[in-house]
């Protein structure tokens, strides 16, 4: 994640403790990590594979008749209890829609006694002011509820009418029976124009927290790549985010707005910076490389559990499994060095090829989303396809080319 609200507007943020490594926002029994690489990961957990919508870039394919084998009540308590022994700083209930399991409620309330910070990732729809309660009585750290444009754009791209209506209603439940909520958004060429109107949506419905998400290509997500971003698009998309980010602090708006799975957005903001602003230039290039952007997320502070049991480096590698919890727990598959994935991902500068290998950012970028990579080159350590730096923005001149081209690592990348 890409904090925008703190790295170009100065703003400290609940997460910028596990983040960035400043004090601040976290809970009691919870520390600052010496740095990134050795943070325990946030675990995102697709507890169910049901879900009320038909959301045209769903990235494991959830649905309302999709097989599973999903744990029960006590396996997944079990599950938790090593979670919270492992000492993983957050769960995020995922799906499908989470609210669709019977036991949800207990299970958040069993990881809250466990001292477990508890994330719910919601398409909202199913929150009613009573559920919002419960959610808050509970002590849910979060709710972050997908959207994905406004009115008839949000509810093509979830494939059901009235979802934008439904889903508006349960940001304003949680927000009513106080509930920390904030929006989750998927960037594509349906819905990248609407970003003005989107933070129009923020200001009128009094919201703080939103995140921008570059689209990746798994699950449903490979059916709908043609509507990715062009680099030009990402460029754009970013620079609009920034601009009202900007705005929204210029006006005394408290925000916290983030882009997320493009570790290219850090660099382009450190750039800008350099121009705006170049005296706080020297702090946030040390917030982005103590982040180490792609170094410390997939595989080291991010993994995930999918609904039938698998666990992978994020919940974008569902075509890789580590291991599975219905046969040993994740702590023990997470702890496996040897695992060749999880090998690489954790020592990527030794695997990374073509113009990231020699980008002059890597240490704040970390050759961003590995995943994106292997499924768009077969290969997890090609570069980024989503990155839109110039290669002169990246320091790579003609002897740079040169090498690569010795060394048969030159990429043919979208545009």
Not at 356 to 362: G, S, V
């Amino acid at each position: 994640m890409i904090n925008i609200s703190k790295l170009y507007c100065g703003q400290l943020t609940p997460g910028d403790w596990l983040r960035y490594g400043i004090s601040g926002g976290q809970k009691d029994g919870e520390t600052v990590p010496p740095s990134a690489a050795q943070r325990r990961p946030i675990v995102v957990w697709n507890i169910t594979s049901c879900c009320n919508l038909k959301c045209v870039h769903c990235y494991n394919d959830s649905g309302a008749n999709v097989k599973s084998n999903e744990p029960t009540t006590q396996e997944a308590k079990a599950v938790l209890d090593d979670l919270a022994g492992y000492g993983v700083p957050s769960v995020l209930f995922s799906g499908g829609e989470p609210l669709t399991r019977s036991d949800l409620f207990e299970l958040l309330s069993y990881a809250v006694d466990k001292g477990l910070r508890t994330v719910i990732s919601t398409n909202g729809t199913l929150i009613d002011a009573q559920k919002a309660r419960r959610i808050k009585q509970i002590g849910v750290s979060y709710v972050g509820i997908s959207l994905d444009g406004i009115g008839k754009v949000n509810d093509q791209f979830r494939g059901v009418q009235g979802a934008f209506d439904k889903a508006a209603a349960g940001i304003r439940n949680c927000m009513g029976a106080d509930v920390r909520v904030g929006l989750r958004l998927t960037l594509t060429r349906r819905n990248v124009q609407d970003i003005g109107q989107l933070f129009d949506f923020f200001e009128k419905e009094g919201i703080e927290r939103a995140c921008f998400y570059h689209l990746v290509p798994s699950g449903r997500g490979q059916d709908i790549f043609g509507d990715d971003l062009t680099h030009a698009q990402s460029r754009g998309a970013i620079e609009t985010i920034l601009v009202k980010t900007k705005a929204f602090k210029q006006a005394g708006r408290k925000t916290d707005i983030l882009t997320v799975d493009n570790h290219a957005d850090g660099v382009y903001l450190y750039l800008k910076l350099l121009a705006e602003d170049p005296a706080r230039v020297a702090d946030v290039w040390k917030l982005l490389t103590w982040n180490g952007g792609g170094l410390a997320s997939s595989g080291v502070g991010i993994g995930c559990i999918d609904y039938n049991g698998k666990v992978h480096a994020d919940q974008f590698w569902g075509h890789y499994d580590l291991g599975d919890i219905h046969e040993k727990k994740f702590s023990q598959i997470w702890s496996n060095d040897e695992e060749p994935l999880l090998k690489g991902l954790r020592n990527r500068r030794q695997y990374v090829k073509g113009r990231c290998r020699l980008c002059k950012f890597f240490d704040a970028c970390g050759g961003s989303l590995r995943v994106r990579a292997d499924l768009y080159f077969k290969d997890p350590w090609a570069p980024e396809p989503a990155c839109y730096l110039t290669d002169d923005e990246i320091g790579l001149d003609d002897a740079k080319q040169q090498e690569l081209a010795r060394c048969g690592e030159i990429f043919t990348l979208p545009e």
